[in-house]
């Protein structure tokens, strides 16, 4: 069976610094696809970004980074010079069946970012 | 091009009454799902459906809870005779053609936070 464990559940850094939420995933499949959702206070679910299995190349999109290591099987996610606006509860989550995207999620960690 | 819409927003019933979440896929989307988030908790998986078919319901409880997306309208989430327990965000994603699961991410709705009283 899959499982997405997000061990840190809160986090809190003062704004400007680096803070990187971890991510481990379980799964007996070859392939499947990792993601990370952020839920901002106001509730809705936000898509940050989708890796398939087979490409462990890092991603970088402005201040958001993601760190995929299928030999430790980690989907990590790093902010850097985090921001107030980063406050949230950001969800990993994992899709394992080709064709049905039905996702796994992890219990999420709530990040504060202090002013 | 709208995004997925779910509605209401915020449902209160009381207990033993019925709730009915509805979800409206993005345009051109043929698959629905539906996952529940109970209060600090993750979103937990509960159905997945196409028109008129339902292809993976095995996150719903087996009592009270149904859910359909007929050909025409969106798709619907019923709870009968609700409990406290049922409290809790509901959200819905859509996503195209199946074989195109690999390029697109579920398209999330805003959810529907069901307070039973």
């Known amino acids: 069976a899959q499982k997405v464990t997000q061990a840190q559940t809160e986090i809190s850094v003062v704004e400007k610094e680096d803070v990187t939420l971890d991510c481990v995933y379980e799964t007996r499949d070859t392939t499947y696809y990792l993601f990370w959702y952020k839920q901002p206070p106001s509730g809705e679910l936000v898509f940050l970004i989708r890796r398939n299995s087979f490409d462990e190349q890092n991603e970088i999109s402005g201040r958001y980074s993601w760190n995929f290591q299928k030999s430790t099987s980690s989907f990590n996610f790093t902010i850097t010079a985090s921001q107030v606006v980063d406050s949230a509860v950001y969800f990993c989550?994992?899709?394992?069946?080709?064709?049905?995207?039905?996702?796994?999620f992890g219990t999420g960690t709530r990040l504060t970012i202090i002013p | 091009n709208a995004g997925v819409m779910q509605n209401p927003r915020h449902l209160v019933r009381r207990r033993g009454q019925e709730a009915r979440l509805r979800c409206s896929p993005m345009k051109g989307h043929s698959h629905v799902y539906w996952y529940r988030q109970l209060p600090e908790e993750g979103l937990k998986f509960m159905v997945y459906l196409q028109k008129e078919n339902i292809i993976d319901e095995s996150g719903m409880p087996k009592e009270r809870f149904s859910a359909e997306f007929p050909k025409e309208g969106p798709s619907i989430l019923r709870i009968q005779q609700v409990v406290r327990g049922d409290s809790a965000a509901y959200f819905c994603?859509?996503?195209?053609?199946?074989?195109?699961?690999?390029?697109?991410?579920?398209?999330f709705g805003q959810g529907t936070r069901l307070t039973v009283v």
């Open positions: 989550a994992l899709s394992e069946n080709f064709g049905n995207e039905k996702l796994t």
């Open positions: 994603a859509s996503s195209p053609r199946q074989a195109t699961i690999m390029n697109t991410e579920a398209f």
